[in-house]
């Protein structure tokens, strides 16, 4: 059973920075791909950024394009997201995702374990 820790949030001033990190507790294979969602108050779930283990291809959301950076660190089996020039609406919990045979990236339905989420607070 795949167990996906995340970390790093917090409350920042707009234009700031963060780093979200997403750590499993078993091996990740190299076939998985992992990904960022998050939920804002009031919103459904959409999809940030995912990377492809094995490759390292990775995918954003046009609204974080040029923003927001993921990468993986194979040795840790940890995944980050470098958040920068924070908008107050990339305010929302945000959830590390993976799955073994993820297809579509940005579609949460290809994810098979979920983290609990770390809320990311951008004040204007």
């Known amino acids: 059973q795949v167990q996906l820790v995340e970390s790093g949030g917090g409350l920042v001033q707009a234009g700031g920075s963060l780093r979200l990190s997403c750590a499993s507790s078993v091996w990740i294979f190299s076939s998985y791909a992992m990904g960022w969602f998050r939920r804002a108050p009031g919103k459904e779930r959409e999809f940030v950024a995912a990377?492809?283990?094995?490759?390292?291809?990775?995918y954003y959301a046009d609204s974080v394009k040029d923003r927001f950076t993921i990468s993986r660190d194979n040795a840790k089996n940890t995944v980050y997201l470098q958040m920068s020039s924070l908008k107050p609406e990339d305010t929302a919990v945000y959830y590390c995702a993976a799955g073994p045979l993820v297809v579509a990236p940005t579609a949460p339905r290809d994810y098979n374990y979920w983290g609990q989420g770390t809320q990311v607070t951008v004040s204007s």
């Open positions: 990377i492809r283990w094995n490759s390292g291809t990775t």
